[in-house]
Structure formats: structure tokens, C-alpha cells
């Protein structure tokens, strides 16, 4: 498919939901084409972050998890700075 498979299992499982016990189960197409379109356009979506950085969501996740360590900010020359934290 060209993305990653995490995400591109998370999108095939939201599709699924989407479409067949929110779906085809209940008579509700609009659901389905929904849940089509949602496939169609998530997967090009996926492509492209692929193209753009093979391993974009793992930085982001990493990221996030270290957000509080590594301030986005410059600290040269800043009052507070935050302490980072140490193994005990």
C-alpha cells in the first residue's frame, strides 16, 4: 500500500466499523459510502506522509512522549529553565 502498517491497520479497522456494523448490518449505505470515501482518501493521505517521512509517526509519538524533557523554546539566556530528569 506505501504508508505504514500501523496506521494503515487503524484506518482499515475504523473502516470496517464504520461500514459494516454501522453500515450494511443496519441498512445504512450512507455509512458505507462514507466509510468508502473514508478508505480511499486515508490511504492517499497515508501514501503521502510516506513519501514526506517514512517514519513520521513514530517522531511524532516520540515527541509527544518527551514533550515535557525538550521545551520547545530556546533557554540561552532564560531564568527557569526546567530541570531535566534524572535516573534514580
Given at each position: 500500500m506505501g504508508c505504514e502498517r500501523f496506521l494503515f491497520l487503524m484506518l482499515c479497522m475504523?473502516?470496517?466499523l464504520l461500514a459494516g456494523p454501522g453500515g450494511i448490518m443496519t441498512k445504512n449505505y450512507v455509512n458505507s459510502l462514507i466509510a468508502g470515501a473514508?478508505?480511499?482518501?486515508?490511504?492517499?493521505l497515508l501514501a503521502r506522509m510516506a513519501k514526506a517521512d517514512?517514519?513520521?509517526s513514530?517522531?511524532?509519538?516520540r515527541s509527544a512522549q518527551y514533550r515535557r524533557?525538550?521545551?520547545?523554546?530556546?533557554?540561552?539566556?532564560f531564568k527557569n529553565v526546567p530541570k531535566a530528569r534524572r535516573w534514580n
Open positions: 475504523a473502516v470496517t473514508l478508505f480511499f482518501m486515508g490511504r492517499a517514512a517514519r513520521m513514530d517522531v511524532f509519538r524533557e525538550y521545551p520547545a523554546i530556546s533557554t540561552v539566556g
